[in-house]
């Protein structure tokens, strides 16, 4: 019998067999032992009511298969996944709304935790807002700039979110059309919610065009929020070296892990372990220091700004425990399994939940609050330093790690095609148009343990950058690529086709570029209207030789990424079963209608290889479309020069200096 690999990652595959060994439970097992509800799967279940749950199965099911009250498979299918939309909206608007109250307290004086770091993306974001900067006060205008965003959450008389403007005249166009502009975030999910409800609406059309308004919602909305109001706080992001995988522990110093996807508190964290008092207090308990680490999307947003290093994404929060090595984990919101606060007994790590939203049976709570964030992070990080010395040698004590360079920010990315000045996409533009470059893929999303985990992100992101596609990755796309090795430039260069070779030596990047957490796909959104508006593809976001994957998702925060993407019109292909797959009608309108409309359609589609063959064939078919030159692999091989000398030398003259590698 063929064994069976749990995770494509070696060091975490490592730590499974260990786990295996000391009869140590952990998801991999759970979801050998918990298969996925074969009705529930593919979104033929309802329970929106107690006459049910109705389960719509049977070989004519589409025709003939009805809930007690009569809804037909299509409506149900619609209807779970607007649900989907509108729950993963939620999460990270409500993160985003932190972040805008953060923003006003600290406008107000309100709490001197927290400053205006970046004054320039600042005045950006007012700009975008159309609000008043020159010779004002700072604190005025992030004040204005807080209040404005904060109406983006709960306008009440129609109207359209602020951030609609910022798409493509044209992407605008289609999504007044057909009326999917969404006009306020929670609006759009208490809408999604109350439509979805036993006896509102019925058709699957109509319930999917709210599932794209609420995930525009949260996609121009609670994502772009709260990347503009993270950038402006504490700074945007440029090219950072840092670590990735369980090597990142040190055994001579307290390891104390962010987990989770609030920034706030990990931002203090990164000042708190090197005040002197707290290096003397790690001292007296025998260790070093104090060394931060993180885990999922605290730990993006860490990394991108500070070079924290990560130990990994979603599933490697259990195996992090199992080295051993974890003094403190603290966990804010989202895509935390309270698995951990059970394992963590076996060992000596302390589970500590921080927002009031989330506590786990099992693990302390000490909750943050930003007007006393720094004596809540010594509190934990002393916490930590007491643990220390709990330490004992169980564990598997993984130590390897590799270098990543995180830190592409939007901003950055236009800076590094021309200078502080002459900033802009018309190099990747240039690139793509002759062919150099074939496309651009956006590699997110979460890591499974129902396939081996991380192999699909690090399958597509060696064949995709192969055949001469740019990635840009986010969330555990990026903690994947990150923990193999993956966002070096040495490193994904040796398998980068010739003609993205060529642009990456050229401008000095990587292949693979880390754009930051889940919340941080705001930038793609960004980064492809720059695109549009530069010139020579296309002048809206759909048709673009673009295209969204996210080969292990699990989380429905992916499921409202996914959306987003797609109606600003990217198509997007999905690994693992389809969740409407039990609809051929919901199937046909993510896919075909969606394209017709927005240029961008919804795939599910299991086999990596046909997932890497859907994507090329809609990049090719947009480079057709818009008449650039045919892509040719290996064109490139042995072609001396990239572009025209001048560009070149602008682009190393105005970004190399700056990567520090
Ligand atoms: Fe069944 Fe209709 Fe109730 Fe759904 S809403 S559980 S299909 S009766
Ligand atoms: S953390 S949503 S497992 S990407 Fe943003 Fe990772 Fe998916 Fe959570």
């Not at 805008?100 to 320039?120: C, M, P, Q, S, W």
């Not at 500590?352 to 693990?363: D, R, V, Y």
């Not at 925060?557 to 959306?563: E, H, L, Q, R, S």
């Amino acid at each position: 019998m063929e064994k069976k690999v749990h995770s494509a990652n070696p060091s975490s595959e490592k730590i499974v067999l260990w786990s295996e060994e000391q009869k140590i439970e952990t998801c991999f097992d759970r979801a050998e032992k918990m298969k996925p509800c074969p009705i529930g799967e593919e979104g033929a279940c309802c329970k929106v009511c107690h006459m049910g749950p109705c389960r719509l199965v049977g070989k004519n099911a589409e025709e003939e298969a009805r809930g007690v009250c009569g809804a037909q498979l299509s409506t149900v299918a619609a209807r779970n996944f607007l649900r989907m939309i509108a729950a993963g909206t939620s999460a990270h608007s409500d993160h985003a709304r932190g972040m805008a109250y953060t923003l006003l307290a600290v406008a107000n004086g309100e709490t001197h935790e927290f400053k205006i770091t970046d004054v320039r993306k600042l005045y950006r974001v007012a700009g975008y807002l159309n609000i008043e900067f020159e010779g004002r006060p700072v604190n005025d205008v992030a004040r204005d700039i807080a209040t404005k965003l904060i109406e983006d959450f709960g306008r009440q008389m129609g109207g359209e979110i602020n951030y609609a403007t910022r798409a493509p005249k044209k992407t605008l166009e289609r999504w007044r059309k057909w009326g999917i502009v969404p006009r306020s975030i929670d609006r759009e999910v208490v809408e999604a919610m109350h439509r979805t409800n036993i006896g509102v609406d019925h058709d699957p059309d109509h319930l999917l065009l709210q599932g794209l308004r609420t995930a525009l919602a949260d996609g121009w909305g609670g994502c772009m929020i709260s990347t503009d109001i993270t950038d402006i706080l504490f700074g945007t992001p440029t090219p950072i070296k840092a670590e990735a995988s369980f090597g990142i522990f040190k055994e001579d110093e307290v390891n104390l892990v962010v987990h989770g996807h609030e920034p706030l508190m990990a931002e203090i964290m990164v000042d708190v372990i090197n005040e002197p008092e707290i290096v003397a207090y790690a001292k007296s308990k025998g260790a070093k220091g104090v060394n931060l680490g993180g885990m999922c999307c605290t730990a993006n947003e860490v990394l991108m700004r500070h070079g924290i290093p990560t130990a990994g994404g979603f599933t490697n929060q259990e195996l992090g425990i199992m080295t051993g090595l974890i003094d403190a984990l603290t966990v804010d919101v989202q895509c935390i399994m309270p698995a951990i606060a059970e394992l963590s007994k076996k060992f000596h790590t302390k589970i500590i939940t921080t927002s009031e939203k989330a506590k786990m049976q099992g693990a302390m709570h000490i909750q943050f609050d930003e007007h006393r964030a720094r004596e809540i992070a010594r509190e934990i990080v002393k916490l930590a330093i007491d643990n220390f010395p709990n330490r004992t040698t169980k564990g598997s004590h993984i130590t390897e790690k590799f270098p990543v360079i995180g830190g592409f920010s939007h901003e950055y990315i236009e800076y590094m095609q021309g200078g502080r000045w002459r900033g802009s996409f018309r190099p990747l533009n240039d690139a793509i148009m002759a062919g150099r470059i074939r496309g651009v893929v956006g590699l997110a999303g979460c890591d499974n343990p129902r396939v081996p985990s991380t192999g699909l992100h690090t399958f597509l992101a060696t064949e995709l950058i192969r055949n001469d596609v740019l990635i840009v990755s986010t969330g555990c796309g990026s903690a994947a690529c990150g923990t193999s090795g993956y966002l070096t430039p040495e490193m994904a260069l040796e398998n980068a086709g010739p003609g993205l070779r060529e642009v990456c030596e050229a401008i000095g990047i990587p292949p693979i570029l880390h754009l930051g957490a889940c919340v941080d796909n705001s930038r793609i959104l960004t980064i492809a209207s720059a695109m549009a508006a530069e010139g020579g593809l296309s002048d809206e976001i759909g048709g673009m030789p673009a295209v969204g994957i996210a080969p292990e998702w699990m989380s429905e925060k992916a499921i409202a990424i996914g959306c987003y993407f797609a109606a600003s019109g990217v198509p997007v292909i999905f690994g693992g079963n389809s969740p409407v797959g039990a609809s051929q009608e919901v199937t046909r309108i993510m896919t075909d209608v969606w394209f017709e409309r927005f240029k961008g359609a919804f795939h599910f589609e299991p086999d990596p290889e046909k997932m890497l063959d859907l994507a090329l064939k809609y990049i090719d078919t947009a480079r057709e479309a818009l008449k650039l030159k045919k892509y040719e692999p290996g064109k490139f091989a042995t072609e001396k020069v990239l572009m025209d000398m001048a560009a070149r030398r602008e682009l190393e003259k105005s970004a190399k200096p700056h990567l520090g590698f």
